[in-house]
Structure formats: structure tokens, C-alpha cells
């Protein structure tokens, strides 16, 4: 099958000739017909598998067919959770509708607001946006969404995770009843379930294996190593094996920039990203390592939510996440889209009963490895793992699905206590993710 026979118009079969696709993935194949009747979808895919040009496509094709947007209309909002999953799709918009004479405008929080007033006054076909900025400008009578054609939740479940639902729920209030509604979520738990259920009129439901259980095309190795001596590991490998494209993941924002300066201080360029950064350092730590300048960078589990970073050859786990699910997101980052990749994870004896969540959850062995000159001492006792949490062992996720990611909790935390935070930008905004891991961006 070529895209083509999905039935979409001239114009976006040029855009996806010049990206040099050439054959629709399964959910392109499945979402883009059902999109472009007009029907309501609910997706279960993950980052990777295709799924933004499965709604974009199909999305500009039905807003290029219709009438313009009029003075302060909108036509189609596209909500997500992160900064950068918005600027992202923002890319894909612009990058699919070039042939065609549509607007749009990303808008999210942790920037200037006046410029995204200016740009959405005279009305705009797709808006792609985090909810909390989309709710700031609502409340300051900067937005109208009450002409909405179209409305796509993407990564419904992240958004849920980060404590949205609230303003996911306002939003939906400003909105017409009677419009087409996409849903894409990587995992199915009850509340996404919930939120199907209230949000989509008969959908077309479409299900794409998850890349994740499968993961063939990503080579996963354990080093088992001390915890003091990860870094010097990590610097070795890079330096011996040659990476020049390297994702790595910490567990806090501190550890990320802890590690970038060190590894920069051992000629090895390295920036960190994460939710205390401004969204201009983000923002240029990304397009610097995208495009190959630079070598490293550090991230932590939100930061990195969401980033396509095309065929990244090496994501290097320098810390287990205490979810067994985040480890799976994180291999997500390499062997994409067909590409061969590998996941290099650095585990001490902390660590090992993180791992065993992982394999339970993966449902298979990984190969473990000791490297030469950095082997563990046998006698090293573990210890808690640096957030507070208590030790590692047994709590490394259960094998359970999305609706079990906040299990566990012991925090104090206060619930959706976070006013006081807005200004930090919507991805700092996570209080349920935060209950569980109080230093996590
Ligand atoms: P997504 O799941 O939307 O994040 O897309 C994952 C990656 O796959 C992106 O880098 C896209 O550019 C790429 N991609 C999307 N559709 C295709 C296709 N039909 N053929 C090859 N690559 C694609």
C-alpha cells in the first residue's frame, strides 16, 4: 500500500514524497481513512510508530477542504503534554501542510506569551498546544475555542499522568459539543478509559503493537558496574566505542547536570535538559544535538517525553527509572522507525531489583555485561536510592499496566497543590508524577 491509496489529496502526497516516506506505517494505514470520514478514533501508539503524521495528514486534508478560519476562530486544537512533543508536531504541521495555505501556531508555557496573542488573533486552522498556557489565555479572554472542528489528545495518557485532567476537562467545556475527536495513548488504564468513554462518539478504535514488548530493533545491555564508578563506565564506553549521538537518562535534574559537566570536563560535549532549564536552553540543547553538535545530551524522564530524535543510535539508562514503564519509553528513543539502535543501561547494585521489574515487564533476559576494569565489588552493599524512596528492591515497576503507574506513592505531597508553580511552564506541572518522585523535572 503507498499513501496514495489512502485517498490524500496532491499537496500532502508532495510534503510526504519530499520527507522520503514511502510507505504509510500500520496506523497511518489504518487512521488516516478513518480520519478523513470525519469518525472519532481512539489509537493505542506510542511516540515512534508513526502516529504523528497519522492524525496530521488526515487533519490538514479536512481543514484545507473547508471553509477559512474567521476572525479569533480556530478550527483544530491538538493538545499535548510536553513543550517540546508541541514544537514537534508544530514542525510536522508545518512540514506536511507546506504545500498547502493553512496556519498555525504552537503555543506552551516557559516563553513570552504576547507573541502567540498576536499570532492566534486572526484566527488560526490547527493550534497545537500544552493545556495549561492554552488555559492561561483562555482566562485572559485571548482564545476562543468555541469554533473547534476538530480536537486531538495526543499522549492522553502522559497528560493524565502529569495532572491535566483538570484543565483537560475545562478545556473540553470551551469547546463545541458537537466535533470530531482523536485520542492517542500509549497505555489504557481506567481513566483513560473513562476519558474515551465521555470524549468519542463511536470511535474507530486502532491498536499498533507496541514497539516496546517487541523492541526488536533495539539491542539492550546491562553493565553491571558500582555506583561510583557509572561515570567513568559511561565515559569509556563513549570514548572506546566511538558514540556520537547519545541520549542519557538520570533520575533527577540534578544528577543530569552533575553528569553533563563532568563528562564535558572529560572532552566529551555534553548538555543537560530538564524541567528547571529555560525553554531557550532547551530549546538549543535539542537542535545542538539533533543536528550532530552535540555529543551528549542528559536527560530526565519528562524532559526527554515525546523528543523525535531521528534514528538516535545509543540511549544510555545511567540510572534504572524507578517505573519499570519509563525504561520502556526511554529505549523508544533509538531503533526507530526501522533503524537499529542500542539501550545501554548502567546498573549497581542498588539497582537490581529496578532491573527485575524491567525483565518481568518486558517479559525477557537481558544480557548483562561486565566491562573489563570497572567489575563491580561483590561485597557492595546496596543502598537507597537517591530520591528518598526508600531502597530499590521489589519496587521497581510490577508489570503493570498504565493504570498502575501511580501506585506507590509515599509522598506528602498535597495533590494538585501547584499554583504557585504555573509560571514554571506546563511540563513542570506534574504533581501526581511528582508525589512519586519528588526530584524528578
Ligand atoms: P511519531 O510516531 O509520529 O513520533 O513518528 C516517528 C518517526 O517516524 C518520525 O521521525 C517520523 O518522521 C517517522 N515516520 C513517520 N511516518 C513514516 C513513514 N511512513 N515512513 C518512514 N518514517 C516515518
Redesign the pocket.
Known amino acids: 500500500m503507498s499513501?496514495s491509496d489512502l485517498g490524500l489529496r496532491s499537496e500532502l502526497l508532495r510534503a510526504?514524497e519530499e520527507?522520503?516516506?514511502?510507505?504509510?506505517?500500520p496506523?497511518?494505514r489504518q487512521a488516516i481513512p478513518a480520519v478523513l470520514k470525519g469518525e472519532d478514533l481512539l489509537a493505542s501508539?506510542?511516540?515512534?510508530?508513526?502516529?504523528?503524521?497519522?492524525f496530521t495528514l488526515p487533519l490538514l486534508q479536512r481543514l484545507a477542504d473547508g471553509p477559512r478560519p474567521k476572525a479569533r476562530q480556530i478550527r483544530a486544537l491538538v493538545l499535548t503534554p510536553t513543550r517540546e512533543l508541541a514544537a514537534?508536531i508544530g514542525e510536522?504541521v508545518t512540514g506536511y501542510g507546506r504545500h498547502l495555505k493553512l496556519t498555525s501556531k504552537v503555543i506552551f508555557g516557559g516563553v513570552g506569551q504576547q507573541p502567540q496573542v498576536d499570532a492566534i488573533r486572526p484566527g488560526l486552522d490547527i493550534l497545537v498546544a500544552t493545556p495549561g498556557r492554552l488555559l492561561d489565555l483562555h482566562q485572559q479572554r485571548h482564545i476562543d475555542l468555541s469554533q473547534i472542528e476538530t480536537l486531538v489528545l495526543d499522549e492522553a495518557d502522559r497528560m493524565l499522568d502529569m495532572g491535566f485532567i483538570h484543565d483537560i476537562k475545562k478545556l473540553l467545556r470551551l469547546m463545541p459539543a458537537k466535533r470530531q475527536n482523536l485520542l492517542f495513548s500509549a497505555t489504557f488504564s481506567n481513566e483513560i478509559q473513562t476519558l474515551a468513554n465521555q470524549l468519542l462518539d463511536k470511535p474507530t478504535m486502532i491498536e499498533v503493537a507496541r514497539r516496546n514488548t517487541t523492541a526488536e530493533t533495539v539491542d539492550q545491555v546491562i553493565y553491571k558496574v558500582d555506583r561510583e564508578k557509572k561515570r567513568d563506565l559511561l565515559a569509556h564506553l563513549i570514548t572506546e566505542h566511538q558514540w556520537y549521538q547519545v541520549l542519557v537518562f538520570t533520575r533527577t535534574k540534578h544528577g543530569a547536570n552533575r553528569l553533563a559537566e563532568q563528562l564535558s570536563k572529560q572532552n566529551i560535549p555534553s548538555m543537560a535538559i530538564h524541567g528547571n532549564k529555560s525553554q531557550s536552553a532547551r530549546t538549543k540543547a535539542l537542535a545542538a544535538f539533533k543536528s550532530g553538535d552535540l555529543q551528549v545530551l542528559v536527560a530526565t524522564d519528562i524532559a526527554a517525553r515525546?523528543l523525535?530524535i531521528?534514528e538516535l543510535p545509543h540511549v544510555v539508562n545511567f540510572e534504572l527509572p524507578n517505573v519499570a514503564e519509563d525504561y520502556v519509553h526511554r529505549i523508544g528513543r533509538t531503533g526507530?522507525?526501522?533503524s537499529e539502535g542500542q539501550a545501554v543501561s548502567l546498573v549497581c547494585v542498588d539497582e537490581h531489583g529496578l532491573l527485575k521489574g524491567i525483565e518481568r515487564l518486558i517479559k525477557r533476559d537481558l544480557e548483562k555485561r561486565i566491562e573489563s576494569g570497572f567489575e563491580p565489588d561483590p561485597n557492595a552493599k546496596p543502598e537507597p536510592i537517591e530520591n528518598g524512596r526508600g531502597k530499590s528492591g521489589g519496587r521497581g515497576g510490577n508489570g503493570r499496566g498504565g493504570s498502575g503507574r501511580n501506585g506507590g506513592a509515599n509522598s506528602s505531597s498535597n495533590g494538585r497543590g501547584d499554583n504557585g508553580q504555573r509560571r514554571q511552564g506546563d511540563d513542570a506541572r506534574a504533581p501526581r508524577r511528582r508525589a512519586r518522585r519528588p526530584q524528578q523535572a
Open positions: 499513501f510526504v520527507q522520503g516516506y514511502t510507505v504509510p506505517t496506523i497511518q501508539a506510542q511516540t515512534g510508530t508513526g502516529k504523528t503524521a497519522g514537534q510536522n515525546g523525535d531521528n526507530r522507525a526501522g
